[in-house]
């Protein structure tokens, strides 16, 4: 059996937040040299951006804080939940759909909230900033390695 943890960062079309979040998480394992303790992915509820790369807004952004985005956007399946221990939600959204998806009462325990784990910012979901300016890019990154850092901490 395997001792790793493995995370799945979900939000709606898994070209900005999630992928953003799998960067940030990868990023900081592997500084802290855990990568070998997680498997890290990312998907989003809804499909019809399968296949593209990261939106060019967040990967700008994200690059200018040190993480290339480099992961292609998939739906979540039913088999996720065979496959990882940590299923996130990015907003409360994601995570009614999560819970819906989630084949048994015992998987549903494994959906649980990104904001959970924020605790720099006063604020209960990681908001879509997929028709907002550069700022609200920025501001998901900022939340998205607040919380990354905390949910290590937590599982590790
Ligand atoms: P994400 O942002 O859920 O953070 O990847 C979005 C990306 C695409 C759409 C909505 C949100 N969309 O409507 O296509």
Partial sequence: MSCKKSILF???GNICRSPAAEGVFNSLIK????EE?????SAGTYGGHAGDLPDSRMRKAALKRGYDLTSRSRKVITNDFDIFDIIVAM????YDNLIELAPTI???DKVCKFADYIISYDIDHVPDPYYEGAEGFEYVLDLLEDGC???IAAVK
């Fill in 149 to 151: 850092k905390n949910l």
């Fill in 106 to 108: 015992e998987d549903r």
């Fill in 31 to 34: 500084n802290d040299s855990a």
């Fill in 91 to 94: 907003d409360d959204s994601n």
């Fill in 10 to 12: 979900v939000c709606l």
């Fill in 37 to 41: 303790l997680f498997i890290v992915d």
